[in-house]
Each structure stands twice: as C-alpha cells, then as structure tokens.
C-alpha cells in the first residue's frame, strides 16, 4: 500500500529566506509519480510540481524545486526566496502510474513573515 | 481556461438531512475524482470517474454516499443521510487521461457542516 509521510506539522521562514518542507514515502511499485499541492485558507488545492519516479533530474518550476532521492524515498519541496503569499498548507502525494488515485500526506503549515 | 468549479461553496445541514455537491471539471478532462477532506488531514478518495464510469469507488462509503457523473461531464455527490462525521471539505479534481502520471486540477471545495 501507498503511504506518505510528513513529519512536520509547522514550518516558520523569514521572507526571502529558503525553506525545505520534507516528504517520505512508501511504495512497492516501481512506477510512480510525486506531486506537491499548496492549499491556501481559501481551500483550494494548488498544482506546485510533479516528480516521476523514472525522471533523472529533479523537477523545478519557477522557485520551486523537488529534492528527490529515489533510495531513500523522499521526495522534499524547497521553495527558494519565500515570499508572503506562499503562507498556506503544504501536500505531499503520490499515485502509482495507471491508476491515478492520489494519496496525500497529512500536510505541512508553511508561514512566510517579513 | 476555466478551472474546476463546485457549488455551492459552504453547507450547513442537521444530521439525518440530505445534501448534494455539484462539480464541473475543465473541458475536455476525462478523467473527474471527489475528495473528502477531515480538518487536519490530507485529501482522501472517494471516487473516480472514467468519463461516465466508476474506476475506483473502493472508499466511498455507499450506504449514504452515492455520486454520478452523467454524460461524462458534471458530477453530483450525494449523502443521504448525513452524519456528524460527514463534516469537510468536499473537493472535486479533474485531469485530461485517465492512465499515466496526469496532473489532477482541484476545485475550490464544498466545506459542509453537518449539526
């Protein structure tokens, strides 16, 4: 069975500042995608990044990069230059390929102060 | 484009009512998920449509829960009767296939109260 784990319930960063929010994850497929959501108090969830597990390098996207180490099963969201909006709840998830269902972990709380 | 749209956005029920959520997904997604999600939890699955079949249905609780997607475009979930523990946020998600590593795009939520 799938399982995500984020060990961090609370993150606190200086605007500016980098932050790394961390994911662990267990799989016995070999075939597999990594996904981080940001979910704002407005409660939608935010596509950020997506990591194949047959991708080489890391995935980034604007200032948003993921920290994926395959064998030991982490796949880590840094947010570079952190800015104000970025305060919000932070997923991680994941889905085996061919079957799309997205489980996610139990979330990170990211707060950005000036 | 327009994203994934959802009505209403907040619910208050007592229990035993009946309630129903609506879901438009982007054009053209095949591929339609509703999520439930407790306060304090990461999203969880309830069901997945395939155009206008049931892929996955495997968490969704059928003695009070039923969902349809008809013609294979909007969606409405149903409980009936709703119990105190029904309380989240209903969130709908669409993506363009159904197989292969297909980024899911969510709506906004129904955030429901059950009394």
């Known amino acids: 069975a799938q399982k995500i784990t984020q060990t961090q319930p609370g993150m606190f960063v200086q605007e500016k500042e980098a932050v790394t929010l961390d994911c662990t994850y267990d799989t016995s497929d070999p075939s597999y995608g990594l996904f981080w959501y940001k979910q704002p108090s407005s409660g939608e969830m935010i596509f950020l990044i997506y990591?194949?597990?047959?991708?080489?390098q890391n995935a980034t996207e604007g200032r948003y990069s993921l920290n994926f180490q395959k064998a030991r099963k982490s796949a880590n969201l840094v947010i570079s230059a952190s800015q104000l909006g970025d305060s919000a709840m932070y997923f991680c998830?994941?889905?085996?390929?061919?079957?799309?269902?997205?489980?996610f972990g139990t979330g990170t709380r990211l707060l950005v102060s000036p | 484009e327009a994203g994934v749209a959802q009505s209403p956005r907040y619910k208050i029920i007592e229990k035993r009512q009946s309630v129903a959520f609506w879901c438009n997904p982007i054009s053209g997604h095949a591929t339609l998920y509703w999520y439930q999600q407790i306060l304090g939890q990461g999203p969880k699955l309830l069901i997945q449509?395939?155009?206008?079949?049931?892929?996955?249905d495997s968490q969704l609780p059928k003695d009070r829960f039923s969902a349809e997607r008809l013609k294979g475009v909007d969606s409405t979930l149903k409980i009936q009767p709703a119990k105190l523990e029904d309380s989240a946020v209903y969130l709908c998600?669409?993506?363009?296939?159904?197989?292969?590593?297909?980024?899911?795009?969510f709506g906004p939520g129904t955030r429901l109260t059950v009394l």
């Open positions: 998830a994941m889905a085996n390929t061919g079957f799309q269902k997205l489980v």
């Open positions: 998600a669409s993506s363009l296939r159904a197989g292969g590593q297909d980024t899911q795009y």
């Open positions: 990591q194949g597990s047959y991708d080489q």
């Open positions: 449509f395939q155009n206008n079949g049931v892929v996955d």
